[in-house]
């Protein structure tokens, strides 16, 4: 079964005959993997956050 069109393909089928698209990967690793890819932004957004935060008291460190 294709997890985007739901059309039946074979079992070794690596793409789906009727909508084209991978289906080599189940889709519970698919959505593993989405979820990975936005804990990882999510990460990347808060050391960004951290990093800001560490310069300003970097910059007022220096002032003093
Ligand atoms: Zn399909």
New binding site residues.
């Given amino acids: 079964m294709?997890p985007?069109?739901?059309?039946e393909?074979a079992d070794s089928a690596l793409v789906?005959?009727?909508?084209?698209?991978d289906?080599a990967v189940p889709a519970t690793l698919i959505a593993e993997r989405d979820d990975l890819l936005r804990k990882r932004d999510q990460l990347r957004a808060e050391l960004a956050q951290a990093r800001d935060e560490l310069e300003a008291i970097m910059r007022r460190g220096k002032s003093r």
């Fill in positions: 294709c985007y069109c739901q059309a393909n789906c005959a009727s909508c084209a698209r289906i």
